[in-house]
């Protein structure tokens, strides 16, 4: 008699921190398991960086080296806090797994911060340790003294600092195995700033156990994807993307450094966006799947049509990280003439990144959902507002739960209470679920636009301003109204040489949107919006500039 095989998606009930719910039986206890299983990819290239190419052997020899600085020199021990403040450098790989292959806590810095904001991110956290580029370092300067850093690591740097040496340095000498720890799937791993787009940021805890939740979510979604795809003749690509997102965000860390770390796969880094570089990188490196902003996207496609690039190495082209617009969904099936499969993933800080994904044909189909829970782990729920389920087709709070959502803020409990129910996240976002199950967000419930009592949706009506060519950049705000409350104002970036004016694009909406939802007042510029780090507009920012005199 033989054993039955293992199903590697087993779904076993569990409780996790107190809340009972579903989990993969046999996902990664920690990410120092995902990084020890990721050296028999060897001799694998694993970081590219301009004209540098690091291999999977190197990288291991690199972070065995730094983890045993961390811990001999400076006294690094499990659960301590090690912040990371730089560009999408191959360092920022190598600190990071480092780090967590201690089982000490990475803490990722926004690396758009002002000097006094990194020093609140590393007072708020107590890290003891810093990573930190040139730019960073210049920054925080005049801060390091008031925080509880006690060693800075200089990446790409040769400043001065106390209690500084170089990164380069760290990672030479003898080639000492990583020590040996003991790390339970609910220790912290890695302290995750929010955004901050309204007040302080807020440090999302997330756990060795959400790591690898979400990488089984991923290799589920992928096996169940490749059952439904028709037979190819072709043998695919080496796996390789292209990181257009920040890895102190959870689309550039969990949606790509970690699968692509654990997958053997290519990571291609940039010093900055650039869609023309892009376009050659992507050709020249093979990339096989890139995620982006919607903007990066749209400027991406754009870049490609004018250097006669048809990106022919791509397979997947998702974007994500704020509201997309249908029209992109259309465009890149069309461009690419359904040969990649464009793909929207929903999810947040605090749900470690997309728990809803839609994508291939069936985002095609559907190009205004952000699509179903990523793997049967993942739950959903439409809540009203004493959150309670509201049935399809009725919009209330999106709540989410399952291994991915995040154990709360760090030293912020009545945040966390605020902020959970019995496991459930409360994202903040206004959502609607069909007879099917397929989910979509219609706004954040702070950006509805309430005019004369009718909830008017910023997406929507972006959506329409997206079908004109002419426009390359849309945000709906809400503009005070002493009789309404409320009317619609929209700021529109349009394409170079354009002459649109914006009798025009009330128009373009009016022929698109109910009377009540056109924008009363329409700004057009031919300059970027102001964005985050993680490419979401800044509406609030938007919204003081352009209605201080209402």
């Given at each position: 008699m033989t054993d039955a095989p293992i199903n590697p998606f087993e779904i076993v009930e569990a409780e996790v921190l107190g809340v009972p719910m579903k989990v993969f039986a046999h996902q990664p206890a920690s990410l120092r398991q995902i990084w020890d299983?990721?050296?028999?990819?060897?001799?694998?290239?694993?970081?590219?960086?301009?004209?540098?190419?690091?291999?999977?052997?190197?990288?291991?020899?690199?972070?065995?080296a730094l983890a045993h600085r961390l811990s001999t020199v400076h006294g690094v021990r499990q659960g301590d806090r090690v912040a990371i403040a730089t560009r999408n450098y191959p360092e920022w790989a190598i600190a990071y797994w480092a780090t967590v292959s201690l089982g000490a806590v990475a803490v990722p810095l926004n690396a758009w911060w002002t000097g006094p904001e990194l020093a609140y991110g590393l007072t708020d956290s107590g890290s003891v340790v810093l990573f930190v580029d040139d730019e960073r370092a210049e920054r925080l300067e005049p801060h390091l003294a008031a925080t509880d850093v006690r060693a800075v690591v200089l990446i790409r740097s040769e400043r001065s600092v106390p209690n500084g040496e170089l990164f380069v340095d760290a990672v030479l000498g003898d080639d000492p195995p990583l020590p040996s720890v003991d790390i339970a799937p609910d220790d912290d791993a890695t302290i995750m700033y929010t955004s901050g787009t309204t007040g302080r940021p807020k440090g999302a805890v997330q756990t060795h156990r959400n790591f690898g939740a979400f990488l089984m979510n991923g290799v589920y979604r992928t096996v169940m994807a490749a059952a439904s795809a028709p037979p190819s003749d072709t043998a695919p690509l080496p796996a390789a993307t292209l990181l257009t997102l920040p890895l102190f965000h959870v689309g550039g860390l969990q949606s790509f450094l970690l699968p692509f770390t654990a997958s053997g796969g290519k990571v291609v880094l940039m010093y900055k966006w650039d869609a023309d570089q892009a376009v050659d990188l992507i050709d020249r490196e093979q990339v096989t799947s890139l995620a982006g902003v919607p903007t990066t996207v749209f400027q991406l496609l754009e870049a490609a049509a004018a250097k006669g690039s048809e990106l022919a190495s791509l397979t997947g082209l998702s974007s994500g990280a704020t509201l997309v617009p249908p029209e992109l969904v259309r465009r890149i099936d069309e461009q690419s003439k359904s040969r990649v499969a464009p793909g929207n993933g929903y999810g947040l800080t605090e749900t470690s990144g997309a728990a809803i994904a839609n994508f291939g044909p069936a985002y095609v189909a559907r190009p205004d959902s952000v699509g179903l829970p990523i793997s049967p782990v993942i739950e959903v729920r439409i809540a009203d507002d004493q959150g309670s389920p509201l049935p399809a087709g009725e919009v209330g709070e999106i709540w989410l739960k399952g291994p991915t959502v995040i154990k709360g803020y760090f030293n912020l409990p009545e945040a966390t209470a605020a902020a959970f129910t019995d496991g459930w996240f409360h994202t903040g976002d206004a959502g609607r679920l069909d007879d099917e199950g397929y989910l979509y967000v219609?706004?954040?419930?702070?950006?509805?636009?309430?005019?004369?009592?009718?909830?008017?949706?910023?997406?929507?009506?972006?959506?329409?301003?997206?079908?004109?060519?002419?426009?390359?950049?849309?945000?709906?705000?809400?503009?005070?109204?002493?009789?309404?409350?409320?009317?619609?104002?929209?700021?529109?970036?349009?394409?170079?040489?354009?002459?649109?004016?914006?009798?025009?694009?009330?128009?373009?909406?009016?022929?698109?949107?109910?009377?009540?939802?056109?924008?009363?007042?329409?700004?057009?510029?031919?300059?970027?919006?102001?964005?985050?780090?993680?490419?979401?507009?800044?509406?609030?920012?938007?919204?003081?500039?352009?209605?201080?005199?209402?």
């Open positions: 299983s990721s050296a028999a990819h060897g001799d694998n290239v694993f970081l590219v960086f301009e004209d540098e190419r690091i291999t999977f052997a190197q990288a291991h020899r690199q972070v065995r219609v706004d954040r419930l702070k950006d509805v636009v309430i005019r004369g009592g009718e909830n008017i949706y910023a997406a929507e009506v972006e959506a329409a301003l997206y079908e004109h060519p002419d426009v390359t950049e849309a945000a709906i705000i809400g503009i005070p109204h002493p009789r309404l409350g409320e009317e619609v104002g929209a700021v529109v970036r349009v394409r170079e040489g354009s002459t649109l004016s914006a009798d025009d694009v009330r128009a373009h909406v009016g022929e698109r949107l109910a009377a009540f939802k056109v924008p009363s007042q329409v700004w057009i510029s031919g300059d970027e919006l102001p964005r985050n780090a993680t490419g979401k507009v800044l509406k609030r920012q938007l919204r003081e500039s352009l209605t201080a005199d209402h």
